[in-house]
C-alpha cells in the first residue's frame, strides 16, 4: 500500500525564494495534517485540514506559510518569502477520519540559506 | 507551555535489557496517549497507544504503562533489540480538539548489542 507521499524529500534554496511543499495523503483519508520539526521546538502541528477544509491554523507560524487542499489527493504547504529560520523537516500525516491513527510522511528536508 | 514533558532526552541501553520512557501531561481532558517510533530519515510510525480505561496495554515486546491520577504514562520495551534504536516520542490529544497530536519532545534511545 502506498503511505503519505511528500515531495521533494530535500529542498535548498536561498532566503527570500518561494518554497512549495507537496502531499498525497493515503488514498480514501479525508483528514491530513502538516507538521514542522526541529531540533529546539520539536513536533509542531502548523495545520489540519478535514475533508479538504482548513480547520486550525492556529500553528502557521506567520503570514509568510500557507496551505492549501484543493483536492482529496493532494496538499501544498507554501513559503514565501523563505526565511533561513524556516530550515527544518516539514511532514504531512493523514488519518481516515478525525480519532483514527495518524499515518505520516518521510518528510521534506528543507534548508534555507 | 508544553502540555506533554517527556523524559529521558536520551537514553542508552544494552540489548536484553528494559527501555523505559516517562511522559506526563497537564490537560485533563486529554483521552488518547499514543506513541510514535522514528526512525533517522523517516516519519514517525505509530507503534502502540493507549486510552485512559485501562492502566496498561502489551503489545509484543511494548508495554504502556498509564497512571491516570498522577497524570503519567510510559513505555516499555522489553529485550531491547539494536534495531529498536530511534527516536520515541509520546503523544496525546481530546476528543474536543478534533483529535489534534501534541508531542512530546522525542527520546533517542540507542540499543548497545
Known amino acids: 500500500d502506498a503511505g503519505v507521499i511528500q515531495s521533494p524529500r530535500h529542498e535548498v534554496t536561498e532566503m527570500g525564494q518561494e518554497v512549495t511543499l507537496r502531499c498525497k495523503p493515503i488514498?480514501?483519508?479525508?483528514?491530513l495534517f502538516w507538521y514542522r520539526q526541529t531540533m529546539m521546538r520539536g513536533l509542531e502541528l502548523l495545520i489540519y485540514f478535514n475533508n479538504n477544509v482548513p480547520i486550525d491554523d492556529s500553528g502557521m507560524p506567520e503570514d509568510r506559510f500557507s496551505a492549501k487542499m484543493p483536492n482529496a489527493s493532494f496538499s501544498t504547504l507554501k513559503i514565501q518569502p523563505s526565511e533561513p529560520r524556516d530550515s527544518a523537516v516539514y511532514f504531512c500525516a493523514s488519518s481516515s477520519q478525525v480519532g483514527q491513527p495518524q499515518h505520516f510522511g518521510d518528510g521534506t528536508r528543507l534548508s534555507i540559506l | 507551555q508544553q502540555q506533554v514533558k517527556q523524559s529521558p532526552q536520551s537514553l542508552i541501553v544494552q540489548k536484553g535489557g528494559i527501555s523505559i520512557i516517562n511522559c506526563a501531561y497537564e490537560?485533563?481532558?486529554?483521552?488518547?496517549f499514543p506513541w510514535y517510533q522514528q526512525f533517522p530519515g523517516k516519519g514517525p510510525a505509530l507503534l502502540i497507544a493507549i486510552r485512559p480505561d485501562v492502566s496498561e496495554k502489551k503489545e509484543g515486546r511494548f508495554t504502556i504503562s498509564f497512571n491516570k491520577s498522577a497524570k503519567q504514562f510510559s513505555l516499555h520495551i522489553m529485550d531491547s533489540q539494536p534495531g529498536d534504536s530511534a527516536t520515541y516520542f509520546c503523544a496525546a490529544s481530546e476528543e474536543g480538539s478534533a483529535r489534534q497530536l501534541t508531542f512530546g519532545s522525542g527520546t533517542q534511545l540507542t540499543v548497545l548489542p
Open positions: 490537560n485533563t481532558a486529554f483521552d488518547y
Open positions: 488514498s480514501g483519508h479525508n483528514s
